[in-house]
């Protein structure tokens, strides 16, 4: 089974505050995503990346930035969190243009 | 830009029922359609994938079907039961860039 976890469930930042969120496939897959879904909103894609060390803005990457060192690792990066940073965050993989498995999230509340 | 659309929003249905989710999309041009399914607080379980080249998929008592002209996708779950309670979401791969755009979702309801 493929598997993508999240480093967190739940998650409490102060305004401010450097906010890092990880996410770990376990498939070998290329394709990696990070969205943040709002309720009204829908699920936007924040970023993406196809390899390593490659990074592609999505529909919303203001206030965000990504890092992927490693192929199975991706890490989404709020530099300066603020409120309307509160949000959950699915990250997502995929090999080429198969299906996207997604991990259980990461609900994050800025204060 | 694709958007993507999911009729009804909200679907309350007795257990037993054969019931249908709709899912339309505005290019055609697609790599594939995806069936997701969300819980309340968690994330998405993909249910089915349909590539372009593919009419329907099929697992267990569900179906999904594809109409790239037309830009149309059902999802027809049989025998519904109150453990399918749950959001459906639709999503196309698409676009020199390969996102997945995805539907606001049809909430589902089955009542024992």
């Known amino acids: 089974d493929v598997k993508v976890t999240q480093s967190s469930r739940y998650l409490v930042k102060r305004t401010g505050e450097k906010v890092f969120l990880e996410c770990v496939q376990d498939m070998d897959h290329e394709n990696m995503f990070w969205y943040r879904q709002d309720p009204g909103l829908g699920l936007r894609l924040i970023y993406f990346?196809?390899?390593?060390?490659?990074?592609e803005k999505g529909d919303i990457p203001e206030g965000y930035s990504v890092s992927r060192e490693k192929k199975e690792r991706f890490s989404l990066i709020l530099e300066s969190a603020s409120t309307n940073q509160t949000s959950m965050y699915l990250c997502?993989?995929?090999?080429?243009?198969?299906?996207?498995?997604f991990g259980p999230g990461t609900r994050l509340t800025v204060t | 830009k694709q958007e993507v659309t999911q009729i009804p929003a909200a679907l309350s249905v007795p257990e037993g029922e054969n019931l249908v989710l709709n899912c339309s999309f505005t290019d055609s041009a697609i790599y594939n359609l995806q069936w997701f399914r969300q819980d309340p607080g968690k994330g998405l379980t993909s249910l089915l994938l349909i590539q372009s080249s593919q009419r329907e998929q099929t697992s267990g008592r569900l179906n999904a079907s594809l109409d790239k002209s037309s830009g149309r996708s059902t999802l027809y779950i049989a025998a519904s039961q109150p453990g399918d309670s749950a959001t459906y979401l639709c999503?196309?791969?698409?676009?020199?860039?390969?996102?997945?755009?995805f539907g606001s979702g049809t909430q589902l309801t089955v009542l024992p």
């Open positions: 990346s196809y390899d390593v060390k490659m990074k």
């Open positions: 997502a993989s995929s090999s080429d243009v198969s299906e996207q498995y």
């Open positions: 999503a196309v791969l698409s676009g020199s860039a390969r996102q997945l755009t």
